[in-house]
């Protein structure tokens, strides 16, 4: 495990994400109401660039003709076909083991590193 410092705080304010570069990985860093997040800048169905596309929420379960919008601000769009990644978990919202690959984050004295290598907290079921 190591972890690579790659962005202050104060360049990514609450809501706004800044996509680092780590070696050839390329990845989104999202604030997310104060927690940080991190992607993996690439879509697993052809490869786009997942984390520059929409951040949103989405329709939640509900009962029919009721329209309940949920976790505002925690749904990446990719930017080519459309697929919808939970930012949080990686997963994407219509099956949970298709995911993309995300970082755990850590702040230390202001600044935001990323941990990466084979006994990093990687999602689940990541190559
Ligand atoms: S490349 Fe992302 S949805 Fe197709």
């Known amino acids: 495990m190591s972890v690579h410092f790659v962005a202050e705080v104060e360049e990514i304010p609450e809501g706004h994400r800044k996509i680092v570069q780590v070696g050839k990985r ?3 860093i ?7 997040y991190a992607l993996l800048n690439y879509c697993p169905h052809y490869g786009a660039e997942l984390c520059k596309g929409i ?12 329209y ?3 976790k505002d601000q925690e749904i990446i769009r990719c930017p080519w076909h459309g697929w919808e990644f939970d930012i949080k978990t990686g997963c994407s919202l219509f099956d949970e083991k ?12 202001g600044r935001i590193g990323l941990v990466l290598g084979a006994s990093s907290s990687e999602a689940k079921g990541e190559q």
């Open 98 to 109: 298709v995911r993309a690959k995300r970082y755990e984050v850590i702040v230390q004295e």
């Open 68 to 70: 309940i919008y949920g």
């Open 30 to 36: 999202f604030n997310i109401r104060g927690e940080y």
């Open 26 to 28: 390329s990845i989104g």
């Open 55 to 66: 951040v949103s929420g989405t329709t939640m379960e509900s009962k029919v003709y009721e």
